[in-house]
């Protein structure tokens, strides 16, 4: 680590402890889960640094540099010390992967410009390789490949969040954690879709494809009980890790 990127670091994370002891809690943003506007709400509610880098249409930039976006448990733990971490109020929100791959092929299409005659498919069982350990110039950034579990867990199959949300049923989900953090109504402002085409409905995937991806993070598979086809989860709406053993 350079020397600017070591005062950055610092920088950041006394301003995470700063804001994490004022407060109370931290959300874990995971890719392609409407975290971007999840953390435009917080930021309004609470903190810029909660928000992020970008601005929400209509709202200006804040003065503070937003902690980076997409930070994992692990490195937030990291900054604020195991003993605010744990002290502190901390959740997530997960979203089943076959709707997130999808979700983020189409972000990366729309956003970095790579070929957009890639099918899905391919695109999938590049991921694989990927996740199976070999290396691929195109995913050389892990957040393009990392699951669920990697953004939440301790490095050896423990979460280490208090609370995950499924994306499946945000709403309710949310009004919970609302209730938690002192935000009411938290998750009902207007959402940036976390979607293909703004909600267009999803597309009949290659059977290929759900293979490959049902592979490629077969951990939260298990995990969270994902099957395929995906729809609204109708168990329950969030996992409360303070029951004691829910987090194993």
Not at 17 to 27: L, P
Not at 50 to 59: E, L
Not at 113 to 125: A, I, K
Not at 129 to 157: I, T, W
């Amino acid at each position: 680590m350079n020397l600017a990127r070591y005062f950055e670091t610092l920088r950041i994370s006394r301003s995470l402890r700063r804001t994490v002891r004022q407060h109370g809690f931290w959300f874990v943003d995971i890719p392609r889960t409407s975290s971007s506007s999840l953390r435009w709400e917080l930021a309004a509610c609470f903190n810029p640094l909660y928000g992020k880098p970008s601005s929400w249409p209509g709202q200006p930039l804040s003065e503070e540099q937003p902690a980076p976006a997409h930070l994992t448990a692990r490195n937030v733990r990291s900054m604020l010390g195991a003993r605010l971490w744990t002290d502190s109020y901390t959740f997530s929100v997960v979203r089943n992967p076959w709707d997130r791959t999808y979700s983020l092929y189409q972000y990366r299409i729309q956003r970095e410009g790579f070929p957009g005659d890639m099918r899905f498919t391919e695109y999938c069982q590049r991921l694989l390789a990927v996740r199976r350990g070999n290396y691929d110039p195109f995913f050389k950034n892990p957040l393009h490949h990392m699951s669920s579990c990697d953004f939440l867990g301790d490095g050896n199959g423990t979460f280490i969040v208090k609370a995950i949300v499924f994306f499946e049923q945000r709403s309710k989900g949310l009004r919970v954690v609302g209730e938690k953090i002192g935000c009411p109504n938290f998750g009902n402002k207007q959402k940036m879709l976390a979607s293909r085409h703004e909600g267009d409905p999803r597309p009949e995937m290659e059977d290929e494809a759900v293979d490959l991806i049902s592979e490629a993070y077969a951990d939260d598979l298990e995990r969270f009980s994902y099957t395929y086809p995906p729809g609204e989860n109708t168990g329950s709406a969030m996992i409360d890790f303070s029951i004691a053993g829910r987090n194993k």
